[in-house]
């Protein structure tokens, strides 16, 4: 049952060459630091007039708004590991990698949760999006927004490279409660893709695509367990919700986007709002007077830990432990899914595999 996979390196490699490959993408990437190091740094270029951008500010949100056409930064290529993400707190908001706060000075690696080989999709953001630390919403009741980008996972079927700039469709929406905050999950697919026309909504993901949905779920609960972090819960217990509900979501991201930038939002210091392109906003900047690091290609530092070891969860004992945790009511007994535990999630996830030309 084990996915096909290119190995680490040699995917972060091949996939940063499709940057420059890309002839209809419009932007550029330029890199300081050593890969896989706290100093590694992926900044952003807009091509055509060259001038720096923030991912977090600049990128639009739609590419076209009238076909609903969204933007995404990828920010973790599918099958791989490492923990890249946009920085909110450094000047412009390039890429960097994650660190756990038990380990700072260390890098970011995600385990290879069983089944699975890393992230099980391209994994990004939707940029000039915001959920706000200082707003629950209403089917999240008590648990604020987690002060990110709302993350995006893209299930085309081509791997992709951490800093690609996807025009994608929106689907559904998960509502993933981690360490007590909200952290919505948005189902995207690229629109160049060839099951693009097929899907429009969650039925078509069900369709098309069986097992994902549940496979999905599965990996955003667990896969910190093997980091020493508890479970994560699920909003409306678990229950995927369609295109119409996410995009509903994003829009009141972006509203509270619009107010971050504009300098709106109180206790928010920890967003660096600097940008190039927003005039008007308080943290614009004159693009001449941006200096970037020297463009750099280094090759990856050597990595501390075995990244081929297969982490394995005991899913029943864990979720004995966790049923008295705070966070229950958020949880449905009446939850229409079952976890990898249960045989028939097990077939579709083979089913999938099987099914992995349509990735």
Known sequence: MAFLHPPLLAQHHDKDKDNDSDSDSEYTLTKSGQPYTTSHKIYFIRKHDQIPISPFHDIPLFHDKSKRIYNMVVEIPRWSQAKFEVSRSLPLNPITQDTLSKTPSCPRFVPNLFPYKGYIWNYGALPQTWESPHHSHRDTPGKKGDNDPIDACEIGSRISY??????????????????????????????????????????????????????????????????????????????????????????????????????????????????????????????????????????????????????????????????????????????????????????????????????
């Open 162 to 359: 951490t800093g690609e700039v996807k025009r994608v469709k929106v689907l559904g929406i998960l509502g993933l409660i981690d360490s007590g905050e909200t952290d919505w999950k948005v189902l995207v697919i690229d629109v160049r893709d060839k099951l693009a026309g097929k899907l429009e909504d969650m039925e078509d993901v069900r369709k098309y695509c069986p097992g994902l949905l549940d496979a999905t779920r599965d990996w955003f609960r667990w896969y910190g367990v093997p980091e020493g972090r508890r479970p994560n819960k699920y909003a409306m217990g678990g229950r995927w919700r369609g295109r119409k509900y996410a995009e509903e979501v994003i829009s009141e991201c972006e509203e509270f986007w619009r107010e971050l930038v504009k300098g709106k939002v109180e206790g928010s210091r920890d967003v660096c709002l600097k940008n190039t392109t927003l005039e008007g906003t308080p943290g614009k900047m004159d693009p001449k007077s941006v200096k970037l690091p020297p463009n750099e290609d280094l090759p990856p530092a050597e990595i501390g830990q075995d990244l081929e070891e297969v982490a394995y969860v005991d899913r029943e004992k864990s979720d004995d432990e966790d049923e008295d945790d705070e966070e229950d009511d958020l949880t449905n007994d009446d939850d229409d899914w079952d976890d990898l535990t249960n045989d028939v999630a097990l077939n579709d996830l083979k089913t999938m595999n099987i099914k992995l030309n349509y990735w």
